[in-house]
Structures are given as structure tokens and as C-alpha cells.
């Protein structure tokens, strides 16, 4: 096999064309384990570092590059998840997932005779969403790989099973143990127009200092989660109840009369962007049961707003 600069005139590149056409698919995959883009994109470098290492005669050698490299992130992202529990129990306060803004996924079906039961499926929108990820992040490190390789991607058990190191039987029950966490966490949310209606009568209450108008939205027993990283102030505890949640954003809308709140896609979802003289300071993400807000997650480490800057 030729290297790039090696390839001979009027010859297709099978090594940079092909191969860097999967780096979406790669990145796709590699932010669901992780539930950061930064992290999904260090990935990713490396997988590509680890093919360009090898030998062209190793590369040729190899029948399906794309499997190669699906196969050699997927490792590297658990890996990455078992180190990353020991990072979290020393992250300051609460830790959330990256959000993602409109348009930065880039969904490419994965075409492959494997057969997943639509009941067994989640979608490709659906698993980048602050609430799946959040449940995510409840899983081991292996559970999470079964379930996103077999439910999200359509990998067959086989293939799971060579990426994870377990037995065929081994990852249906870890993938079977994680859709069970995903179904307990489930409820019945409201089609997306009605969401962002709800989103939007928050932004207007919150604009208007109104805390009764708050108080009305939020479920009695919603809770708010501020993620920080210990860059900028956020609460170190989950904030509960819908009282104690309107007067902390009263606070806020006090403390900074001129904070801008826009309504955006947020993870797929119905959302909202903090800015400040211009630049985004926060992201908020939101559950929406019935016509009231269950959750609220806001993602203030500036770290994990890079995508937003150009906003």
C-alpha cells in the first residue's frame, strides 16, 4: 500500500481519501462514548496516529481499513473511560456532558449486515441528547461501549464482543443492563415545538425577573445541575426544587442585568445560550415533562464552550 506521497499518477490515494472520509463517523462515535468533542477529537488524532505508524506492508495487510479504525478508537475510548472515573472524583463540583450546537454532528449510516431489533435501536439524534448522555455516564465503562457500538451503530454482537474483550454472551448482557437504565430513566416528553415552548416561556419569566412566572414552569421537584470545572463559579451541588431554582436564576438576572439569552438547539434539543458582552458564559440544556421543566443542566466551563465561541 503507498503512502499519500507515494501514490502513483493518475492512481486513486486509497490511504488519505478513503480513510479520512471516515473521520466523521469516527468523531460520531467516539463523542457518544465520551461525551466530550474535545476528547472525541484526541481520539480520533490518535487512531489515525496508530495507522500511520504502522508499515505499508501492516496497512495492506489489514482487509477494511474503516473496520480498522472503528475498531481501534472504540478501545481507546474505553480505555479513556476508565481513566476518566478517576479524573471526575477530582473534578470540581458536578460533571456534565459537552454540549454540541446545531450542526456540528455528522451522521453517516453505518451499512452493515448486522440485524438490530428496532426495540433494541436508538437513534443517532436521540444518543446525543444531555439526557441520554447524563444516563450514560451512570454506565461502566464497558456497558457503555456494548450499548453504543450494538444499539446506536448496529455492530453486530461478534464485533463487540473482539472490541470489548468480553464473550458474545457477556456484551447482549451488558448491553441488555444498559437499555434497562435507559428505559428506567425514560419519560414521556412533549413533541419538540412544544418543548421549545416551554423553553421560551422560561427565557421570557427569567428575562422579566418574574419568579412566580418561574415558579410555574419548573416541576415541584425539578432540580438544576451548573457545571463549572471549577473555571468559573457554579453551584457545587445539584440546586432541587422549583422554588429554590427560580430565585437562583432571579440571582443571576440580578447580578447581571446584561446577560443575553438566545434560544438555540442544544444536543439536539430545545436550548438556551448565555452570553455576555458577546461571548457565550453558559449553555442550558433542558427535560421537559408534560408542560413543565423536570431538569435543567447548564454548562459554564469554558473548556466545554469552544464549539460555542463563534456564536
Same mark, same amino acid.
Given at each position: 500500500?503507498?503512502?499519500?506521497?507515494?501514490?502513483?499518477?493518475?492512481?486513486?490515494?486509497?490511504?488519505?481519501?478513503?480513510?479520512?472520509?471516515?473521520?466523521?463517523?469516527?468523531?460520531?462515535?467516539?463523542?457518544?462514548?465520551?461525551?466530550?468533542?474535545?476528547?472525541?477529537?484526541?481520539?480520533?488524532?490518535?487512531?489515525?496516529?496508530?495507522?500511520?505508524?504502522?508499515?505499508?506492508?501492516?496497512?495492506?495487510?489489514?482487509?477494511?481499513?474503516?473496520?480498522?479504525l472503528m475498531k481501534v478508537a472504540s478501545?481507546?475510548?474505553?480505555?479513556?473511560?476508565?481513566?476518566?472515573?478517576?479524573?471526575?472524583?477530582?473534578?470540581? =463540583?458536578?460533571?456534565?456532558?459537552?454540549?454540541?450546537?446545531?450542526?456540528?454532528?455528522?451522521?453517516?449510516?453505518?451499512?452493515?449486515?448486522?440485524?438490530?431489533?428496532?426495540?433494541?435501536?436508538?437513534?443517532?439524534?436521540?444518543?446525543?441528547?444531555?439526557?441520554?448522555?447524563? +444516563?450514560?455516564?451512570?454506565?461502566?465503562?464497558?456497558? %457503555?461501549?456494548?450499548?453504543?457500538?450494538?444499539?446506536?451503530?448496529?455492530?453486530?454482537?461478534?464485533?463487540?464482543?473482539?472490541?470489548?474483550?468480553?464473550?458474545?454472551?457477556?456484551?447482549?448482557?451488558?448491553?441488555?443492563?444498559?437499555? %434497562?437504565?435507559?428505559?428506567?430513566?425514560?419519560?414521556?416528553?412533549?413533541?419538540?415545538?412544544?418543548?421549545?415552548?416551554?423553553?421560551?416561556?422560561?427565557?421570557?419569566?427569567?428575562?422579566?425577573?418574574?419568579?412566580?412566572?418561574?415558579?410555574?414552569?419548573?416541576?415541584?421537584?425539578?432540580?438544576?445541575? !451548573?457545571?463549572?470545572g471549577g473555571l468559573v463559579r457554579a453551584?457545587?451541588?445539584?440546586?432541587? !426544587?422549583?422554588? %429554590?431554582?427560580?430565585?437562583?436564576?432571579?440571582?443571576?438576572?440580578?447580578?447581571?442585568?446584561?446577560?443575553?439569552?438566545?434560544?438555540?438547539?442544544?444536543?439536539?434539543?430545545?436550548?438556551? +445560550?448565555?452570553?455576555?458582552?458577546?461571548?457565550?458564559?453558559?449553555?442550558?440544556?433542558?427535560?421537559?415533562? =408534560?408542560?413543565?421543566?423536570? %431538569?435543567?443542566?447548564?454548562?459554564?466551563?469554558?473548556?466545554?464552550?469552544?464549539?460555542?465561541?463563534?456564536?
Amino acid at each position: 500500500m503507498t503512502t499519500p506521497s507515494e501514490t502513483e499518477p493518475g492512481q486513486p490515494d486509497p490511504g488519505l481519501s478513503a480513510l479520512m472520509s471516515e473521520r466523521r463517523q469516527l468523531i460520531n462515535l467516539a463523542y457518544r462514548l465520551l461525551g466530550s468533542l474535545a476528547d472525541a477529537e484526541d481520539v480520533v488524532q490518535e487512531t489515525y496516529a496508530r495507522w500511520y505508524a504502522m508499515s505499508p506492508e501492516q496497512q495492506e495487510a489489514i482487509e477494511t481499513p474503516a473496520a480498522w479504525l472503528m475498531k481501534v478508537a472504540s478501545r481507546i475510548c474505553l480505555d479513556v473511560l476508565r481513566s476518566a472515573r478517576a479524573r471526575r472524583e477530582r473534578y470540581v =463540583g458536578e460533571w456534565l456532558p459537552e454540549p454540541l450546537p446545531e450542526n456540528t454532528e455528522w451522521i453517516t449510516e453505518r451499512s452493515s449486515g448486522a440485524t438490530v431489533d428496532p426495540a433494541d435501536r436508538v437513534t443517532l439524534d436521540e444518543s446525543i441528547s444531555m439526557a441520554f448522555l447524563v +444516563v450514560l455516564e451512570s454506565m461502566t465503562p464497558a456497558e %457503555r461501549v456494548a450499548f453504543i457500538l450494538h444499539d446506536v451503530f448496529r455492530y453486530p454482537f461478534g464485533e463487540v464482543a473482539e472490541i470489548v474483550g468480553r464473550t458474545q454472551a457477556a456484551c447482549r448482557q451488558l448491553a441488555s443492563s444498559a437499555r %434497562r437504565r435507559i428505559r428506567e430513566s425514560q419519560v414521556p416528553t412533549p413533541p419538540t415545538a412544544r418543548q421549545a415552548d416551554v423553553i421560551r416561556a422560561f427565557k421570557l419569566a427569567w428575562e422579566a425577573r418574574d419568579i412566580e412566572a418561574l415558579i410555574s414552569i419548573l416541576d415541584p421537584d425539578a432540580t438544576a445541575i !451548573g457545571d463549572g470545572g471549577g473555571l468559573v463559579r457554579a453551584e457545587p451541588q445539584p440546586i432541587a !426544587g422549583a422554588e %429554590r431554582i427560580a430565585r437562583f436564576y432571579l440571582d443571576r438576572a440580578v447580578e447581571m442585568p446584561q446577560l443575553k439569552l438566545i434560544e438555540r438547539t442544544v444536543s439536539g434539543q430545545p436550548g438556551l +445560550v448565555a452570553q455576555l458582552g458577546g461571548v457565550t458564559i453558559a449553555v442550558l440544556a433542558f427535560d421537559v415533562v =408534560g408542560d413543565r421543566i423536570k %431538569r435543567i443542566w447548564a454548562v459554564l466551563n469554558p473548556d466545554k464552550l469552544r464549539a460555542w465561541s463563534t456564536d
